[in-house]
């Protein structure tokens, strides 16, 4: 088993979604998987089980609030990271609650990222 944590990564731009890959690897994590709709990502959840999911808040067919539900819902223990871009304070927060480990602002400062990532994993 490799010693690095492993990150499902999800968002529906694929642009992001190379970004982010090339910040969790320089960070020291594996992406194992990338979902580019809510509904792919609880199905990649269940299948990989991941130490991290890093969850976009607007997505297709369901949005992260949805998927983190349901994340959660299957295992109370996941440790799922929000991604959001500006302004969706209310929303995060909501996430919060609801059981998420914590939140990271688009565009994704990398030094940010590491530290809550691996805060989140700890």
């Given at each position: 088993m490799s010693a690095r944590p492993t990150a499902l990564l999800c968002d529906d731009s694929r642009a992001l979604r190379m970004l982010a890959a090339r910040q969790l690897d320089d960070c020291g994590f594996d992406v194992v998987g990338e979902a580019d709709n809510g509904e792919?990502?609880?199905a990649q959840f269940l299948k990989l089980q991941p130490d991290v999911v890093l969850l976009?808040?607007?997505m297709p067919k369901r949005d992260g609030k949805q998927a983190l539900r349901e994340i959660l819902a299957h295992d109370n223990q996941a440790r799922v990271v929000i991604l959001s871009s500006l302004g969706a304070q209310a929303d995060i927060e909501e996430c919060l609650r609801l059981g998420a480990r914590s939140y990271l602002q688009k565009p994704i400062?990398?030094?940010v990222m590491?530290?809550?990532l691996h805060e989140t994993v700890a």
């Open positions: 792919d990502a609880v976009d808040l607007v400062d990398p030094d590491a530290r809550v």
